[in-house]
């Protein structure tokens, strides 16, 4: 099973992306989906993430901008991304840790200007 993320692009600050995170197959036992980010020349960290019973957390940083959501029965992953800024810029992935295993998107890039 593989995870594609998309959605990402060029914005200007202020502005918003809605990320995708979609999987290629059926993921038994699916615990946290998450979203990640790495900003350029630093690692990567934790952004927010929702559980299957529906328990929500994000980073400081980007409470009360950002939401994380799912569509359970497809098991996608999205993250609405309003109000961005420059501090946003960085390669976003998507994670789905299960009982078995933990999966990893291939990263998608945001971009956003001053």
């Known amino acids: 099973v593989q995870l594609q993320a998309s959605g990402g692009g060029l914005v200007q600050a202020g502005g918003s992306l809605r990320l995708s995170c979609a999987a290629s197959?059926?993921?038994?036992?699916?615990?946290?989906m998450r979203w990640y980010r790495q900003p350029p020349g630093k690692e990567r960290e934790w952004v927010a993430s929702?559980?299957?019973?529906?328990?929500?957390q994000y980073t400081d940083s980007v409470k009360d901008r950002f939401s994380i959501s799912r569509d359970r029965a497809k098991k996608n992953l999205y993250l609405q991304m309003d109000s961005l800024e420059p501090r946003d810029t960085a390669v976003y992935y998507c994670?789905?840790?299960?009982?078995?295993?933990?999966?990893w998107g291939q990263g998608t890039q945001v971009t956003v200007s001053s």
């Open positions: 929702i559980t299957m019973n529906g328990s929500i």
């Open positions: 994670n789905i840790d299960s009982v078995y295993k933990e999966y």
């Open positions: 197959g059926n993921i038994i036992g699916i615990r946290v």
